[in-house]
């Protein structure tokens, strides 16, 4: 826990992106570079050597001998385009950094500190003959604690509980005879739980199924708001907001669910789906500042992945494992009434080092995000995505015979 708290003053956002502006900004899915690299899917995979926070029933089947940590890095390149303006940006930073560990006979647990959401841009644009800036910095984290037990044969429960904190910075700066000037901060100090379920059965002694399904439930946010605005025209005091989240800022039910099949111990393909009712939650203006509520749509997403494991007590080529995945996201950001969408592809690779039980997984994904039915701004990502777990033994017996 101690690294997890070290680790907050060097999370960097890795997102350059003006629809980050709206809302609590770009939403993460809590997908470990190995799961990114197969679209982002996790929701019923089961894997005794990695780490996956997205269904935390998982956590019941992780080896008895290893003590797992999981460091994520992010590198973001992305080329925008609006109406034939074009730019270019490069970010990147930590993603996250997770473990897991066994507690008992069926028992499993895991901590770290992974992304909620992001917020990253900076524009100008020319307005009635002035110049306006905008630009947003910040973020939603979450520390996090988890527990899977395998209830029976199986099947497994898990739940993750989380302490969310952060904070998101949007500002404007009109330039024109005289200077006007925005800025408002949200700060989030609050709980979040998520639970999941994991069946897994064989059809075969080489075929095995996992069924898993998530759920996170709706809540209102704990914390505060606040804005100022200035005008260098006017002599008045400036102008200040101040508001609660609670009540008035909220978080929808969210629900996953997901299907493996793995034959072999060497193919593995998995199916996702996610859904999240964002219209149907609260997010109201700051009085004085902002004259309407912002709608947000519902957010679902699809993703579908593939894994091949050669051999894994083979040649150092056979202990490598390579991946690929598709996906496709209906997002939960509105603009002006036309709603964000983005898909993309994504391989991987996972390269052990040798005499050791570390494994370096290496992962490219290329993202295109739009709006529609109105093209806004078209954007293209190339993210690269580096993952190190480090596999320690958490305790050894030595036998005397």
Same mark, same amino acid.
């Given at each position: ?29 809590? =997908?470990?570079? /190995?799961?990114?690299?197969?679209? +982002?899917? #996790? *929701?019923?995979?089961?894997? %005794?050597?990695?780490?996956? $926070? ?82 947003? =910095?910040?973020? /939603?984290?979450?520390?996090?604690? +988890?527990? #899977? *037990?395998?209830?029976?044969? %199986?099947?497994?429960?898990? $739940? ?82 101040? =508001? ?158």
């Amino acid at each position: 826990m101690v690294a997890c708290m070290a680790a907050v003053g060097a999370w960097a956002q890795t997102l350059t992106t003006p629809y980050s502006k709206v809302g609590y900004g770009l939403l993460s899915d809590n =997908a470990s570079s /190995i799961q990114r690299s197969m679209g +982002g899917v #996790g *929701y019923a995979m089961q894997n %005794g050597r990695a780490v996956n $926070v997205m269904n935390p029933a998982s956590y019941s089947q992780v080896d008895s001998l290893t003590f797992l940590w999981d460091v994520g890095i992010d590198m973001t390149n992305l080329w925008s385009n609006e109406e034939g303006k074009r730019g270019y940006s490069f970010g990147g930073g930590l993603d996250y950094i997770t473990s897991q560990f066994k507690l008992g006979k069926r028992l499993g647990g895991s901590f770290g500190l992974v992304p909620y959401s992001s917020v990253g841009y900076s524009f100008g644009s020319k307005i009635d003959n002035a110049t306006e800036n905008q630009s947003g =910095a910040g973020g /939603i984290s979450q520390l996090y604690i +988890g527990a #899977g *037990y395998e209830l029976f044969k %199986g099947l497994s429960l898990g $739940v993750n509980v989380s302490y969310m904190f952060g904070t998101t910075t949007n500002q404007s700066l009109i330039t024109k005879s005289t200077t006007s000037y925005f800025k408002r901060e949200m700060e989030v100090r609050d709980w979040n739980m998520q639970v999941g379920l994991q069946y897994a059965f064989n059809l075969s002694p080489r075929d095995r199924v996992v069924l898993g399904v998530t759920y996170q439930p709706k809540k209102s946010f704990h914390g505060h708001t606040w804005g100022v605005f200035y005008d260098t025209q006017d002599t008045k005091t400036d102008t200040v907001g101040y =508001a609660s989240l609670k009540g008035r800022y909220e978080q929808p039910h969210s629900f996953g669910v997901g299907l493996s099949y793995e034959h072999n111990h060497r193919w593995l393909a998995e199916a996702d789906f996610t859904y999240q009712d964002w219209s149907a939650v609260k997010y109201e203006p700051l009085e004085g500042f902002e004259v309407s509520t912002l709608k947000f749509d519902k957010r679902w997403k699809a993703a579908a992945g593939l894994q091949y494991s050669p051999n894994r007590r083979g040649s150092y080529f056979g202990a490598m494992a390579f991946r690929m995945g598709v996906f496709y996201n209906h997002d939960y950001i509105n603009i002006t009434g036309n709603n964000v969408r983005d898909y993309g592809a994504s391989v991987g690779v996972s390269l052990p080092v040798p005499n050791g039980k570390t494994t370096v997984n290496l992962g490219l994904e290329w993202r295109h995000r739009y709006s529609a039915p109105t093209l806004l701004i078209k954007e293209n990502y190339l993210n690269i995505t580096l993952g190190v777990n480090f596999n320690e033994l958490w305790f050894w017996k030595n036998k005397i015979r």
